[in-house]
């Protein structure tokens, strides 16, 4: 079992910036990769971006590539996904998810946090 619990979300102005985090406990050696997605009212769960839990390899989504950084700090168990320059579009609610291997498909994905919303105003 693993559990995994997001932070960082709120409000936040247009041009603004986040840090949203995902703390990961119990069978913490099973996670082999790490993905943020976010789903906005109305619309599909989206692929944000993801990280090789070991390697460090990550990925991010050419709707958010130039402002979004994925990161991980494995003595803390934690993966963060770090926000710039945020748009109104990128309002969602931000999962993080683990599953055995790179993926962009929600399917793959084994376990999944709360979610944090995060909300960008004009």
């Known amino acids: 079992q693993v559990q995994l619990v997001e932070s960082g979300g709120g409000l936040v102005q247009a041009g603004g910036s986040l840090r949203l985090s995902c703390a990961a406990s119990?069978?913490?050696?099973?996670?082999?990769?790490m993905g943020w997605f976010r789903q906005a009212p109305g619309k599909e769960r989206e692929f944000v971006g993801g990280?090789?839990?070991?390697?460090?390899?990550?990925y991010v989504a050419d709707s958010v590539k130039g402002r979004f950084t994925i990161s991980r700090d494995n003595a803390k168990n934690t993966v963060y996904l770090q926000m710039n320059s945020l748009k109104p579009e990128d309002t969602a609610v931000y999962y993080c998810a683990t599953a055995p291997r790179a993926s962009r498909s929600p399917e793959m994905y084994d376990y999944w946090g709360q979610g944090t919303r995060v909300t960008v105003s004009s």
């Open positions: 119990g069978s913490t050696f099973s996670i082999f990769y």
């Open positions: 990280i090789s839990w070991s390697g460090g390899s990550t």
